[in-house]
């Protein structure tokens, strides 16, 4: 089998468990007629609302029910679960590459076909490019704060970074890492052991993905973003020494300042969005002071 793709559900951070982005996602899927030499794979939680029609829906889609997750609590507010689902995921599946897409992407038509080309050369990894699919300001907003940095025009080549929501990988490469991602898989922590052992990721701009939030407010969004935050900052600080630690604490409240300027100038440099920007830029300032309290949160507590 040519590709494996891992359809991570991340929507539910601050929701219960539900198919309204999934099902967009496999439908776009299942329109790239590839045939056998694709397998789709969707790890997921018992509790998801309207798995059972998506089922008869998709029947030629692996869907991997998981009920001994150590990080699901059962409640909304948390995010850990879905990076043991990933790992879930690339455990079960078969392909020679694997891909990893969330829930509420869309990919490109040729989104397939480009991976396994892709593939035909060299790297362990092609990073994709990925775009905003909801032209609304605080959809605009998530996708600045989440994936600026990933939008075209991305500079094709070598790349130190590639995000869990548009990212493919060769599975020999993978299991020679496999500890790194066993339980829980973490994007940094993939792709820094892959280029520790002299790997390569690549930028693969022509590998296209959509962000598709369907109905965002404000309040969730914020909520989110804070969860996240205090995730990564709670992830940090496990690994951290206690100095490190409390550097980063004391740093933390001057984050915002650094965030926005660094997005400022990489839309600037990016050119093609800077309207959509500068009109989203008050609800994307919010985002990111949720997002930094969450993270001061983490670090001080050391818990998701």
């Not at 035909?120 to 600045?144: C, H, M, Q, T």
């Amino acid at each position: 089998m040519d590709l494996s793709v891992v359809v991570a559900m991340v929507s539910d951070t601050m929701e219960s468990p539900n198919t309204i982005h999934l099902e967009p996602c496999l439908a776009a899927l299942a329109k790239q007629s590839l045939g056998g030499t694709v397998e789709i794979v969707v790890p997921h939680l018992p509790s998801v609302e309207g798995m059972a029609q998506l089922r008869q829906q998709y029947p030629d889609v692996r869907f991997l029910e998981v009920s001994d997750l150590r990080t699901y609590k059962g409640r909304s507010g948390s995010r850990e679960h879905h990076d043991e689902l990933r790992a879930r995921g690339l455990a079960a599946a078969r392909g020679r590459i694997v891909a990893l897409i969330e829930d509420c992407g869309i990919p490109a038509s040729d989104w397939c076909a480009r991976i396994i080309e892709g593939h035909e050369k060299p790297a362990a990894a092609l990073g994709g490019a990925i775009e905003n699919g909801v032209d609304r300001s605080l959809n605009w907003a998530v996708y600045f704060c989440d994936f600026l940095r990933y939008q075209n025009p991305l500079p094709e080549g070598e790349a130190a970074t590639a995000s869990d929501a548009n990212v493919s990988y060769k599975r020999v490469a993978l299991e020679a890492i496999r500890p790194v991602w066993q339980e829980s898989f973490h994007e940094s922590s993939v792709n820094s052991a892959l280029l520790a052992k002299g790997e390569k990721l690549a930028a693969a701009p022509e590998i296209v993905a959509w962000q598709h939030r369907l109905g965002l407010s404000l309040i969730q969004a914020v909520k989110e973003r804070f969860v996240w935050g205090r995730s990564y900052a709670a992830t940090r600080a496990k690994a951290a020494n206690p100095r490190l630690r409390l550097f980063w604490t004391v740093f933390t409240p001057l984050l915002p300042v650094l965030i926005m300027a660094r997005m400022t100038l990489m839309a600037w440099r990016k050119k093609r969005t800077m309207g959509a920007f500068l009109k989203a830029l008050p609800l994307t300032i919010v985002l990111t002071v949720g997002w930094c309290c969450g993270e001061l949160t983490g670090y001080v507590s050391g818990r998701a």
